[in-house]
């Protein structure tokens, strides 16, 4: 049902023959063959610490293919991990790994091409988290509202600020 408002909206944007020729034009162009993988967006927080306070790296993995695939996402560099991910195609997921710097100095890390760098020194630091993701409700139509929230804590013995961005895709 949700598929017919949708081509109801647009065939009143574009006219009848114009709906006919992008549907024509979408049976045209097939779903590419098989599942393929972007990685895109690698974060890292914080990005200085003191040593032995976690470190999040994460990316978004999303399967633009037309098939359901498996991935490993490999993180690199001063630090080793890996995650095996199953996504059906258009989805897309978050993968974190969280790594724990012993010593000070500047720990580099790359994931899939992707490459960042923090910091570990004994400098008081702010430690700014970003946890408890809510989203309500979970299922809606276009259109509709969503409440996003999260909690946000400094565990670092300084103040600081940190960016928050939210992505809907």
């Known amino acids: 049902m949700k ?4 081509a109801i909206i647009v065939g009143t944007a574009i006219g009848v023959g114009g709906l006919a020729a992008l549907l024509l034009s979408r049976r045209a162009a097939a779903a590419p063959p098989g599942a393929k993988f972007r990685v895109s967006g690698l974060n890292i927080s ?6 032995g306070q976690p470190v999040t790296i994460s ?5 633009i293919g037309g098939e359901v695939g498996s991935y490993t996402v490999i993180l690199e560099g001063d630090f080793m991990a890996q995650e095996n991910v199953t996504l059906a195609p258009g989805w897309s997921r978050l993968v ?15 994931v899939d091409g992707l490459y960042g760098s923090f910091v570990a020194t004994t400098a008081p630091v ?10 309500s ?4 139509y276009v259109g509709e509202p ?24």
């Open 3 to 6: 598929d017919k408002k949708v």
């Open 46 to 51: 914080p990005e200085e610490v003191n040593p």
């Open 59 to 63: 990316v978004i993995v999303a399967n």
């Open 96 to 110: 974190s790994f969280e790594v724990t710097p012993t010593g000070t100095g500047t720990y580099s890390v790359s």
């Open 126 to 135: 702010a430690d700014i988290r970003v946890e408890d993701l809510v989203i």
């Open 137 to 140: 409700p979970t299922e809606v």
């Open 146 to 169: 969503v409440t996003i929230s999260v909690r946000v804590t400094n565990y670092g013995t300084v103040a600081g600020s940190k960016t928050i961005t939210c992505t809907v895709s």
